[in-house]
């Protein structure tokens, strides 16, 4: 016994001495052991004000009831809140949607009343152009980019699986197509600045496009469920920034994905190679569309609308350029950003979405464009506010995510995710269980259509897509207060050519769903 005290003192005493000489910490060398409570306190508190302090609508990026939205959908528990809102309706900024007095009832032998979860795009990617693969989305909704290398392959394999349930593309997110994306899924292949799984590195050290390895390595492993590529000029949360892949998460099987070096560092820089301004890339992307047949599109952050208002002109005298535009807000997620990027750069989803499409509306060419939306829409009311802005379907990075276990600890740069989403670390991500998570992914898709479809008919429509901009009002504060949103952003959208729900069940276009 008295030796064991013994022991602990001595360790103490070199435990303070430690501290006392040690140069690099200030606090610690002032208060030896006593500082390093400090630290402690510092990574205990984010928890302990998660799950003890917070209210229900506190938190960012997702507050409680957001989230507990989300896993009771997943889960399909009950997902309703008694005796009424607890959000304070008063709060500028807050969204009505206005119901009208009579709502939309369908008619005997509409889709809607078979299957209340039918919500596909109400365009189609391609068509305008005359591309040789058009592709309707079968769902409003589907999987942002995040690349297989951020997410875990267990997380991977849930969502492509449980979007192949759902009818949902999977996007592959700059890492290049692996095996966890070719599950039953449709895909979108994701362009990034790196060229991953579809480029070489040049003598040069830079990464170049090359079309042949992104047939080896894309178009030829997946035939046919590849249905549009995405070349992705920026994202909300660091645009302008490039990234690394550090040599210890580039492993011999991500490397071979990507077709890069193992256990090297790789680099994606801040700009592409394959293009410059927008003349070339429009160019780039007409290449690209002939080549493979497939729509192409672009996605990009919103700052500077200069390069957009050259964009739209080119689109409109020469008929070419961008299938579909997905404009991601700032509010949007990463797997790492610095937080002076992710904070201030790039204009936040409703600013960024409304200025770029009054642009192209200007250019009179919004009816060939299919426009997509991403920044926190996994949510029935943000998808109507967007679409009645004039998006045509959204994409969901975060809420996929929680939908599959994600407890918003926000430690995915540290790769230390406890519920095994974002890490490469076995021993978190074998908690994951794909089957069971698909399901779950499945499960909150459909409510998140079915409830978006539901408040659609409340307002006395069949589609979102014809949502106008009286539909919705926004709060500007107390005095009893609100606007329309076409006051608050001085626009109304353009109704799109919206053909019934019925007549695109028959789309030979329509993405698939995996029927049991
Ligand atoms: C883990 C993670 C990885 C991501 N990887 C990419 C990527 O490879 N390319 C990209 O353009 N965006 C990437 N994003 C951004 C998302 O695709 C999406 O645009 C953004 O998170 C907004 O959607 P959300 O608010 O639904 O999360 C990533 C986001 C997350 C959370
Ligand atoms: S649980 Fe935490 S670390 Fe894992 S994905 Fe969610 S926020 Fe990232």
Redesign the pocket.
Known sequence: MNYTIIVILGLLLFWFLYDLFQKKNAVIRNFPIVGRLRYFFIKLGPPIRQYLIASNRDEL?FNRSQRNWIDDSSKLVNNYEGFGTDKDLYNPGHVFINPKMFPYVPPSGHVSNDDPYFLPCAKVFGLSKGRKNPFRPYSIVNI????YG??SKTAQSALNKGAALAGCYH?T???GLSPYHQLGADVVF?I?TGYFGCGITGADGKRYFDFDTFKKLALDKYPGKIRAIEV?LS???KPGKGGVLPAKKNTKEIAAIRGVEPHTDVLSPNHHTAFSDVRTMVDFIEDLANKTGLPVGI?SAVGHLGYWKELAQIMKDEKKGPDFIVI??G?????AAPPSFADHVALPLVFGFSQVYQIFQKAGITKDIVFGA?????FPAEILKILTMGADFI???????MSIGCIQSQE?HTDHCPVGV?TQNPRYYRGLDPTLKSVRFANYINTLRKETLQMTHACGYEHPTQMMMEDIDISCGDNNKTITALEAYGYENTPDDFEGLNSIRNCPYLGEIKTA
């Open positions: 990026p942002s980019a995040m690349s951020s997410l996007n997110g700059e890492g994701h990034g992705k994202q909300g949360a996605k991601d807000g509010e949007g997620g990463t797997g991403s920044g926190k829409l996994g994409n969901i990075a975060r809420e996929a995510m995915c974002a």
